[in-house]
């Protein structure tokens, strides 16, 4: 449970308090704070800065058992990701020390020169994410998360915020559902499974659902996802998710690749490249979040989610290099490399979501290319757009989120590397260079005059080390942004 506090600190009773410091100046209007900090400071192990905690225990002050004291360096430093994190930080801090709530001390907005509701909507933001375990598959279990997390804030800011917490929450929320799907292994979320667990949870949020199964795909001609789903037992699905207000001027499709596992196919894989493929599903679960998050926020806009559902295995009925197939447009396509399945099924679905719901913007979201990776490291996903404000709106929310995206170039001669001998297109290009590149520019052939961009996340999908807020696995990325971006659209 989530709280806004207004209360004078000398009558509040609390195990644990945590109060955020700068280093070089008072961030905090409550003179009990002040002094508390005040006092912190005079010990020669503690400064406010950066990364440094102390604890004081049952001071005469307060009714705590401990207040914990976090640095967060020089104000000028000090951002809104400062306090996601601090605020993180804490809530992990008390997981492990098996406490079961805690009440964080909002810094003033001015005094840190911040608009509102930034500073608190990081602090709940960073709180909320990193209040989340997942330990479903261990025996022993422990820790637990915190059952309360209450935030001290000034009286008319309590007053005037509720309505920011319960949306923060939801979208909070969210993400913690994608992040669950992520590290869900995968013989737990093969195809049929995966489009259950989405299709329960969003009918409970009252979403239109509808699912497409294989004898649906092959009698519309989805040929592309069908040729991926080929070598694998588990039978592919789509899932079509709706969110349609009443009087909705707009509507905005989102696109999630649902790769439930990636061997690669005939071109399986090697050691090393296998093991986090579970999660090559993190756009399906991106935006399965995003849809059940906007169901409870309400916005005006109508929001379309399409999740093609595939396993790529290699079998006897896999494809193989060098094999055509028709997509759902009636391109067709030549197949050289097996493990660039997600361009495949993502076309087909692109495809059916311009014809039938002709959307004014289109954006899909994957783990498309270690070329990204590649290119911008682990902690950023590219943009690819032809429309230069949609990828600044998508970077902007992406900035606001810290869900950080940079707008990747699209050349028109770049597509002469994706014509085939044989078919309309190839899979890949002939040259290794600018694979996120030219992977981009393959789904830009099928979205037609609609207004589009492609999220490559094929880097922060997945964390190898966990930091402030989000444990190790999925984090979830693209919900928080989605949902940003989805207000200012």
């Known amino acids: 449970m989530l709280e806004l506090k207004s209360i004078d600190l000398k009558k509040v009773k609390t195990e644990t308090l945590i109060i955020p410091v700068c280093e070089d100046r008072d961030i905090h209007d409550d003179r009990m704070i002040s002094s508390l900090i005040t006092r912190a400071k005079k010990l020669k192990e503690f400064k ?8 004081f225990y049952t001071p005469p002050e307060v009714k705590a058992d401990r207040v914990i004291f976090m640095g967060l360096g020089k104000l000028k430093e000090l951002n809104a990701e400062s306090l996601r994190t601090v605020a993180g930080k804490a809530v992990k ?18 005094k840190i020169k911040m608009e509102m509701p930034l500073p608190l909507e990081a602090i709940i933001e960073g709180a909320c994410l990193g209040n989340h375990l997942f330990d ?36 909070c929320e969210g993400t913690i559902f994608a992040r669950d799907l992520i590290n869900t292994p995968s013989n737990d979320k093969k195809p049929e499974q ?44 789509m899932i079509v998710l709706e969110y349609n207000p009443k009087d909705a001027k707009k509507t905005v499709a989102l696109v999630g690749k649902g790769v439930t596992f990636d061997s690669g196919g005939i071109n399986l894989k090697p050691t090393g490249s296998l093991e986090e493929m579970k999660s090559d599903m993190s756009g399906a679960a991106a935006v399965a ?65 311009v014809k039938k719901y002709k959307p004014e913007t289109l954006i899909d979201i994957a783990t498309l290319t270690g070329a990204c990776v590649v290119a911008l490291g682990e902690k950023i996903a590219g943009v690819f757009s032809s429309d230069d404000e949609l990828a600044q709106s998508i970077i902007s929310s992406g900035e606001k989120t810290y869900e950080r995206c940079w707008h990747m170039p699209l050349p028109d001669d770049y597509k002469e590397d994706l014509k085939s001998d044989f078919a309309d297109l190839k899979n890949i290009a002939g040259s290794r260079w600018g694979g996120s590149i030219t992977a981009a520019l393959f789904l830009s052939e099928f979205v037609g ?29 693209g919900v928080r942004l989605f949902c940003d971006l989805l207000e200012k659209l």
């Open 289 to 353: 979040a995003t849809l059940i998050a906007l169901a409870k926020l309400k916005p005006k806009t109508k929001v379309i989610g399409i999740i093609p559902v595939v396993e790529n295995m290699p079998s006897g009925n896999a494809s193989r290099p060098g094999d055509i197939v028709k997509s759902y447009s009636g391109k067709t396509v030549e197949i050289l490399n097996t493990d660039a399945e997600g361009r495949l099924i993502l076309i087909d679905a692109i495809s059916y979501v």
């Open 93 to 110: 801090k008390c997981i492990n020390m098996d406490l079961p709530e805690v009440l964080i001390a909002s810094p003033s907005a001015k």
């Open 48 to 55: 406010g800065d950066k990364g440094e905690e102390v604890i």
């Open 449 to 477: 005059d609609t207004r589009w961009a492609h999220i490559d996340i094929a880097g922060p999908s997945y964390m190898k080390k966990g930091n402030a807020y989000c444990g190790v696995g999925g984090t979830g990325f």
């Open 194 to 237: 995966f489009t259950k667990i989405i299709a329960d949870t969003a009918k409970k949020e009252n979403l239109k659902v509808k699912i497409f199964d294989e004898k649906e795909l092959k009698r519309k001609k989805f040929g592309a996802m069908l040729a991926v789903a080929a070598g694998s037992e588990s039978k592919p699905r």
């Open 136 to 171: 479903k598959y261990k025996d022993e279990k422990k820790h637990s998360s915190l059952k309360k997390i209450s935030f001290l804030v000034k009286r008319d800011v309590a007053e005037s915020s509720g309505k920011l917490l319960k949306s923060i929450t939801t979208i």
